[in-house]
T-cell receptor, first 107, second 115 residues
Framework: RKEVEQDPGPFNVPEGATVAFNCTYSNSASQSFFWYRQDCRKEPKLLMS???SGNEDGRFTAQLNRASQYISLLIRDSKLSDSATYLC????????FGAGTRLTVKP | GAGVSQSPSNKVTEKGKDVELRCDPI?????LYWYRQSLGQGLEFLIY????????KSGLPSDRFSAERTGGSVSTLTIQRTQQEDSAVYLC?????????????FGDGTRLSIL
């Protein structure tokens, strides 16, 4: 089993749609969690951290379920500019990245 | 600059040659990571440095790959006797340290092409 697994995607959604990504992790000792965004041919960039109580940043909501060992990212009112690959990151002794889920938002 | 700096940004070389890729992390960041990303694929972990501890080399794909981090700052990834399957983007990231809520910050990467 991979340490971090994500929905394979791709997700193709119309503008304004709500889309959710899930990510599961195998190590229950994992300490911190992040979502990164990677545009085509660019480096990954931090989108948001994921806190135990759940957290929101504008149209983006991240949640953590330690009991089930998964994290999620919800994007509301999606924009064309949200098109990218979203990477789930889990930090145990070091950072482990999921393979990413590709999102395309269409007009 | 304030970010992670990698050089060169692009490298084209012939099969069998050795290459060196450089990463200059954000000042004060004790953790440094190297990843490899092939076109359309996810990030492949290569090696991790944390302060003065022995590096985690568990991701290096073969003994042709090695990395150093001198003085706890700049790191060099060396690939000896390059093969065509080594073609990829090599990404370096740094963070304030392991554990806790310490996200990684990435450089722009080195795009390596082996002819």
């Amino acid at each position: 089993r991979k340490e971090v697994e994500q929905d394979p995607g791709p997700f193709n959604v119309p503008e304004g749609a709500t889309v959710a990504f899930n990510c599961t992790y195998s190590n229950s000792a994992s300490q911190s969690f992040f979502w990164y965004r990677q545009d085509c041919r660019k480096e990954p960039k931090l989108l948001m951290s994921v806190y135990s109580s759940g957290n929101e940043d504008g149209r983006f909501t991240a949640q953590l379920n330690r009991a089930s060992q998964y994290i999620s990212l919800l994007i509301r009112d999606s924009k064309l500019s949200d098109s990218a690959t979203y990477l789930c990151v889990v930090n145990t002794d070091d950072m482990r990245f999921g393979a990413g889920t590709r999102l395309t938002v269409k007009p | 600059g304030a970010g992670v700096s990698q050089s060169p940004s692009n490298k084209v070389t012939e099969k069998g040659k050795d290459v060196e890729l450089r990463c200059d992390p954000i000042s004060g960041h004790t953790a440094l990571y190297w990843y490899r990303q092939s076109l359309g694929q996810g990030l492949e972990f290569l090696i991790y440095f944390q302060g003065n501890s022995a590096p985690d080399k568990s991701g290096l794909p073969s003994d042709r790959f090695s990395a150093e981090r001198t003085g706890g700052s700049v790191s060099t990834l060396t690939i000896q006797r390059t093969q065509q399957e080594d073609s990829a983007v090599y990404l370096c990231a740094s963070s304030l340290g392991k554990g806790g809520n310490q996200p990684q910050h990435f450089g722009d990467g080195t795009r390596l092409s082996i002819l």
